[in-house]
C-alpha cells in the first residue's frame, strides 16, 4: 500500500501510512516578522483525522500555538512537542507528550525516535524518526549536520537545505550521503527572502543513491 506526504510549505508535511496521519510543523505566519515570500499552503480547518502532531521547536516559522490548538480541537490529536511548546500549548494536558531528545516510543500507533537538532537559536530543537509499519519518515526539523547524523535511518528524508541556522543545500547533501534513504525531501527553503533559492542545486550536490523529489506548498508524493 501507498504511503503519502504532503507539503505545505517551509517546514509542514502531512504524512499518511499503514492507516495513521501524522502532521508535522503546522505554521502559516513568518518568522520574527519577516515576510513570507513564499505562502503556505495549509488550512488548518481542512485538516482532520490526525493521529499525532509533531513540533521540532518554538520557532514561529514551525510553531504558531492558536493554529495547533485549533487542529486539536477538531482532531484530538495527541502532541509530541519539547516542553517549550507544550508550555505554551492551552489545550487537553492528556494530549500533551514532552519529546525529549534520544527518547524512543509509541503513540497513538506510531513508533517515534526523537532525534538531536543543532540548532543554537532554540531553547529545545529536535527531530523526528518516525515510523508507521513499515514506512519511515527522519524529519530532521532545523539542523545544521552532526556527527552521528546517520543514526537516523528512514525510507524518506526531509532536509533543511536553506542555509541560515541550518543545513545548506551541500550540506544536506553530504548528510543525505551518510544517511542513505531511499527518497530525499528538501524543505526549509524559499519561504523568506533570507531563503529564496530552488532545490536545483542540492539535486546536483546529492549525486547518485537517492532520490530528491521536489515538491511545491501543496503538492503530494505517494511512495511504495
Keep these: 500500500m501507498a504511503s503519502k506526504i504532503t507539503y505545505y510549505g517551509h517546514s509542514c ?24 515570500v513564499l505562502k503556505s499552503a495549509l488550512d488548518v480547518e481542512k485538516i482532520k483525522g490526525v ?15 492558536e493554529s495547533v490548538k485549533r487542529i486539536i480541537e477538531r ?40 532525534t538531536k537538532a543543532v540548532h543554537p537559536q532554540s531553547l529545545y530543537p529536535v527531530g523526528y524518526v518516525i515510523t ?3 514506512f519511515s519518515v527522519y524529519h530532521a526539523g532545523d539542523t545544521y549536520s ?7 535511518k528512514a525510507t524518506v528524508a526531509l532536509l533543511p537545505i536553506g542555509g541560515v541556522y541550518t543545513m545548506d543545500d551541500n550540506d544536506a547533501a553530504n548528510a543525505c550521503k551518510l544517511l542513505k534513504p531511499k527518497y530525499v525531501i528538501p524543505m526549509h527553503y524559499g519561504t523568506f527572502e533570507e531563503l529564496e533559492q530552488e532545490a536545483g542545486e542540492f539535486v546536483r550536490f546529492l549525486g547518485e543513491g537517492t532520490k530528491a523529489i521536489v515538491l511545491k506548498p501543496g503538492q503530494a508524493v505517494n511512495i511504495q
Design 13 to 36: 508535511f502531512l504524512i499518511e501510512a499503514d492507516g495513521h496521519t501524522v502532521l508535522v510543523d503546522p505554521s502559516l505566519m513568518a518568522a520574527a516578522g519577516q515576510k513570507r
Design 51 to 65: 493521529d499525532l502532531l509533531l513540533l521540532t521547536h518554538e520557532h514561529a516559522d514551525h510553531f504558531e500555538p
Design 75 to 114: 482532531t484530538n490529536a495527541t502532541v509530541v512537542a519539547p516542553a517549550p511548546c507544550l508550555e505554551k500549548l492551552d489545550i487537553n494536558p492528556r494530549l500533551k507528550v514532552e519529546a525529549k531528545t534520544g527518547q524512543e516510543f509509541a503513540a497513538r500507533g506510531v513508533k517515534l525516535k526523537v
Design 132 to 134: 508507521m509499519g513499515a
Design 146 to 152: 552532526y556527527t552521528g547524523i546517520e543514526a537516523n
